[in-house]
C-alpha cells in the first residue's frame, strides 16, 4: 500500500491538527500580551488574524476526524468533502481578519500614537514568529503527505500569519529607528491586504473541490501510472475521471478491450488495472472501470496477436489516453 494513503495517516492527522491548535492557542496569548505592552496596531493585526488561527485549527481539527471515517450508508463517498468546507470556512475567517485589521487601523493612520515598551513586543514576537514558522511548514508537509486540504490549508494560514508577523517586525524596526509613528498603522494596513488575498485563494480552493472541478495533475499522474504498466491487451482509455474527496481518490474510465476476450478474460484485466491503482493510492481509492469491446477502427492501435478479428496491422506508437479512435466513438450518435 502507498505511503500517502496508509492506514496510520487519519491518527497522524489528528496528531497535526491538534498540535496546530494547542499551539495557535499559546501563540494568540504571546501576541496579545505584546499588543498590550506596546499599543501597537501592527501586533494587533498579528493577534487578530491568531484569532482566527486558533478557530480555524479547531474547525480542522473536526473536520481531520470526520473525514477519517469510512464511507457508511448515508455517505457511500465517504465524508472527505467536508475538508473543503473547512477549507472555505478558514479563508472566509482570514478575509474578515483583514478587514477588520484595516477598520482598526485606519483611524490611527490620521492620529497616531507613541508605542511603549517595543524592544520587549518586537521580542516576544520573534519567537512567536519562528515557532509559527516551523508549525506551519510541519502542517503544509503533513497534508501533502497525508492528502489532507484541511492541514494543508491550516499550515499556509499558519506560513500567512509568519509572513504578517515579518511585515510587522520590519515595520516596527523602523519606527523605533526613525521614530515615525504612523508607519506602524500603514504597516497594519499592507498586511492586511496580504491576508486577503490569501482568504481568497483559500475559498478559490474549496469551491473547486465542493463543485469537483477538474484536476489537471491528479489527470495526468494516472496517466503517467497506467501507461507505465500498460499491456497489449490494453487498447486505449477514454472518459477519464478523477477527483479527491478528503484522503480518498475517486477514479472512473473506460477501458478498450480486444471483443473476442471472454467476460472471464476481461474481467481479469480490470482487475489488474485495479491493483496497479491500488498499488499507487493504496485501497482509499474508488475505482470504477467499464470494459468496452473494440472496434475495427480501433486495429492500429492495438498490438494484441493472435487477434483473429484485427482488420487492418498494428500502427508503431499507438496512441493510449484521448486517443483519436475512442473519441471518435465517444462523438458518434449511438
Known sequence: ??????????????????ASLVVGALLLGVKFYAYHRTGSSAILSDALESIVN???????????IYAAAPPDANHPYGHGTIEYFAAGFEGSLI???????????????????PLANL?????????ASLVNLVLGLS?????KRLGSLTLEADGRHVLTDVVTSGGVLVGLALVRVT????????????????????????MRQSFAGLMQEADPRLLDEICVTL???????????????????????????????????????????????????????GRQADLLIHADPCHAAECGECSTEPCDSR???????????GDAAALEREAAPQ
Open 139 to 143: 502542517l503544509v508537509r503533513a497534508g
Open 179 to 202: 521614530n515615525v509613528t504612523w508607519l506602524d498603522p500603514v504597516v497594519a494596513c499592507l498586511m492586511a491586504a496580504n491576508i486577503l488575498g490569501t482568504g481568497y485563494k483559500l
Open 227 to 281: 501507461s507505465a504498466r500498460r499491456k497489449p491487451a490494453w487498447i486505449g482509455i477514454h472518459r477519464l475521471r478523477a477527483w479527491r474527496s478528503g484522503n480518498r481518490v475517486h477514479i472512473d474510465f473506460h477501458l478498450i478491450l480486444p471483443k473476442d476476450l471472454s467476460l472471464e478474460a476481461a474481467h481479469a484485466e480490470v482487475d489488474e488495472m485495479e491493483d496497479i491503482l491500488h498499488a499507487k493510492y
Open 119 to 127: 524592544d520587549q513586543g518586537l521580542l516576544l514576537l520573534v519567537g
Open 1 to 18: 500500500m502507498s505511503e500517502q494513503f496508509s492506514a496510520s495517516h487519519p491518527r497522524a492527522a489528528v496528531v497535526a491538527a491538534s
Open 54 to 64: 486558533v478557530v480555524a485549527a479547531a474547525f480542522a481539527l473536526v473536520s481531520v
Open 311 to 321: 482488420a487492418m496491422a498494428a500502427a508503431t506508437g499507438c496512441l493510449w489516453f
Open 95 to 113: 478575509i474578515v481578519a483583514g478587514c477588520g485589521i484595516i477598520w482598526e487601523s485606519w483611524d490611527k493612520l490620521f492620529s497616531p500614537a
